[in-house]
C-alpha cells in the first residue's frame, strides 16, 4: 500500500479543510486508516483513525467535535475533513495505514510499528 496526503494549505482561525490520501492497493479495505500530525519541535500525535469498513472512528482529545475523519472504500481515499481551525493545529500531517487499531495508534511512540506512512500534507493556521 502506498498513501499520497493532498489538501493542506493555509487557513485562517475559524477556517477549514478537507485533507485526502489516496491509496494505491487493492486491499485497502482492509486496512485501518488514520492521521497523525506533527508540528516542529514536538512529538508526533494521534489524529483520528478509521476502521476498515468506516463504521467507527476515534479522535484525539484536541480534534473531537472539530474533525471529521471518513474513507470511500471504492476511491481508495481517505479524508479529513477540519474545521474551526486553530492557529495550534498547524502541523505536518501525515496518514497511515495498518490493519488493526491498536497498530497504528501505536505509531505515536514507535512509528515503526505501523505498516504504512505517506508522506505529509502541511496545514497552517494563521491567527
Known amino acids: 500500500v502506498q498513501l499520497q496526503a493532498s489538501g493542506g494549505g493555509l487557513v485562517q482561525a475559524g477556517g477549514s479543510l478537507r485533507l485526502s490520501c489516496a491509496a494505491s492497493?487493492?486491499?485497502?479495505?482492509?486496512?485501518?486508516l488514520g492521521w497523525f500530525r506533527q508540528a516542529p519541535g514536538q512529538e508526533r500525535r494521534f489524529v483520528a483513525a478509521?476502521?476498515?469498513?468506516?463504521?467507527?472512528?476515534e479522535y484525539g482529545d484536541p480534534v473531537k467535535g472539530r474533525f471529521t475523519i471518513s474513507r470511500d472504500n471504492a476511491q481508495n481515499t481517505v479524508y479529513l475533513q477540519m474545521n474551526s481551525l486553530r492557529p495550534e493545529d498547524t502541523a505536518l500531517y501525515l496518514c497511515?495505514?495498518?490493519?488493526?487499531?491498536?497498530?497504528?495508534?501505536?505509531?505515536?511512540?514507535?512509528?515503526?510499528?505501523?505498516?504504512?506512512w505517506g508522506k505529509g500534507t502541511q496545514v497552517t493556521v494563521s491567527s
Open positions: 497511515a495505514a495498518d490493519r488493526t487499531m491498536a497498530g497504528l495508534r501505536s505509531g505515536v511512540k514507535s512509528p515503526a510499528a505501523v505498516d504504512y
Open positions: 492497493g487493492r486491499t485497502f479495505s482492509r486496512y485501518v
Open positions: 478509521i476502521t476498515g469498513s468506516g463504521g467507527s472512528a
